[in-house]
């Protein structure tokens, strides 16, 4: 079934492109304007409204997800750019119906206030976590400072990050 992203009232409908994308583990086929950025394409035509929609420039992280085993800026990406890529995002990284480990980590570190920015900082640390180049602390913070919580649960969020990355938890 191909589902369809219709522009705004007024707009030209002739400029469509129908791509595949395995979201979650589950291939779709959607017909889209080159224009939408693939956080638009999450939230607004596949319903996962878990990708929060921040700043819609790329400064706060509240976007990311995982494509293709690396983490994004969804709001920056075009989602024609990501025909054929396999995306995760918050929905789909739960595991044998159960949470995600980072996702235990941050509600036994307190990671959270209110947490708008949750989504995006899970699947940025799932993707600094599998990236390998965080070894300690500091460098955990630097390659997480791309995702802001502005409620100050960073201490929580790096403690979370810190467990799971150093074997607390395993993934």
């Known amino acids: 079934m191909v589902q369809h992203a219709y522009p705004m009232h007024g707009e030209d409908r002739g400029n469509r492109s129908t791509i595949s994308i395995t979201i979650n583990g589950e291939l779709k086929r959607i017909e889209i304007e080159p224009w939408v950025s693939l956080l638009d394409c999450l939230r607004d035509h596949l319903d996962l409204t878990g990708t929060k929609k921040g700043c819609d420039h790329g400064q706060c992280g509240a ?18 750019m990501k025909n054929g890529s396999a995306v995760t995002t918050i929905e789909g990284i739960a595991q044998d119906n159960g949470l995600h480990p980072l996702q235990q980590a941050f509600i036994d570190h307190d990671a959270f206030q209110c947490g708008y920015c949750t989504p995006g900082q899970i699947c940025s640390a799932i993707g600094l976590i599998s990236e390998g180049k965080a070894t300690n602390r500091e460098e955990v ?27 607390g938890r395993n993934e």
């Open 63 to 80: 976007c990311t997800v995982i494509v293709d085993g690396k983490r994004i800026l969804s709001c920056l990406t075009l989602a024609v």
């Open 141 to 167: 913070k630097e390659l997480m400072s791309g995702n802001l919580c502005r409620c100050g649960a960073n201490v929580g969020i790096i403690d979370a990050i810190i467990e799971v990355k150093d074997g």
